[in-house]
């Protein structure tokens, strides 16, 4: 078992920064993808960044330019730095490891959540 515990989330201005952080612990495998979601209300949840071991990244669009993930493996932890924040960022922020435990056994761990509230 994986367990991931968010932590950084909170209320901000427009154009401001928050910086999220989550820490998994259990049992980890050297090869993962950590990623964090978010979901606004009303809305399905959807993938905000990721990040492999080996330091490859994706980003929706809607983010690019403004957030940065990164991941410390030492610590078995991954960050996300969030500047130029906008109203539509407000969401809860979902922390998820994605390991395989076989060829098509790919498992996925879920944070609590952490809330982002961007005001105008």
């Known amino acids: 078992q994986v367990q991931l515990v968010e932590s950084g989330g909170g209320l901000v201005q427009a154009g401001g920064s928050l910086r999220l952080s989550c820490a998994a612990s259990?049992?980890?495998?050297?090869?993962?993808?950590m990623a964090w979601y978010r979901q606004a209300p009303g809305k399905q949840r959807e993938l905000v960044a990721a990040?492999?071991?080996?330091?490859?990244?994706n980003y929706a669009d809607s983010v690019k330019g403004r957030f940065t993930i990164s991941r410390d493996n030492a610590k078995n932890t991954v960050y996300l730095q969030m500047n130029s924040l906008e109203p539509e960022d407000t969401a809860v922020y979902y922390c998820?490891?994605?390991?395989?435990?076989?060829?098509?056994?790919?498992?996925?761990?879920w944070g609590q959540g952490t809330q982002v509230t961007v005001s105008s």
């Open positions: 998820n490891l994605g390991q395989l435990y076989g060829s098509r056994d790919r498992r996925n761990y």
């Open positions: 259990g049992s980890i495998f050297s090869i993962n993808t």
């Open positions: 990040i492999t071991s080996y330091g490859g990244t």
